[in-house]
């Protein structure tokens, strides 16, 4: 009789301990979904914010474009404009340009 009943507090302490364990496991269970989600929330964010970083570049990135058309146009319009004046009035302006950087220069 004895011995059944020493039996019986045995697994009547398994019986607690698989409680336990089991209680423990639902809670690690539970800590680790909560952790996923949040990693998944900051990876939502993140991923809205690189789409973003991306639009911005890609907005920069046009408008670099435009401004090196720009830059091409100006700069061709010039060449065109110089190739028209004659030698003497190259020089002229060249001096006049010189002349108001070092004015600009000296103020």
């Given at each position: 009789?004895?011995?059944?009943?020493?039996?019986?507090?045995?697994?009547k302490l398994?019986?607690?301990?698989?409680?336990?364990?089991?209680?423990?496991?639902?809670?690690?269970?539970?800590?680790?979904?909560?952790?996923?989600?949040?990693?998944?929330?900051?990876?939502?964010?993140?991923?809205?914010?690189?789409?973003?970083?991306?639009?911005?570049?890609?907005?920069?990135?046009?408008?670099?474009?435009?401004?090196?058309?720009?830059?091409?146009?100006?700069?061709?319009?010039?060449?065109?404009w110089?190739?028209?004046?004659?030698?003497?009035?190259?020089?002229?302006?060249?001096a006049?340009?010189?002349?108001?950087?070092?004015?600009?220069?000296?103020?």
């Amino acid at each position: 009789m004895e011995a059944i009943k020493k039996k019986m507090q045995m697994l009547k302490l398994d019986k607690e301990n698989a409680i336990d364990r089991a209680e423990q496991a639902e809670a690690d269970k539970k800590a680790a979904e909560d952790k996923c989600k949040q990693v998944e929330d900051e990876l939502t964010h993140l991923q809205k914010k690189l789409k973003g970083t991306e639009d911005e570049l890609d907005k920069y990135s046009e408008d670099l474009k435009d401004l090196f058309v720009c830059l091409f146009v100006c700069l061709f319009v010039c060449f065109w404009w110089v190739m028209k004046m004659s030698w003497n009035s190259i020089m002229v302006l060249v001096a006049e340009l010189f002349c108001n950087i070092s004015s600009w220069l000296s103020d």
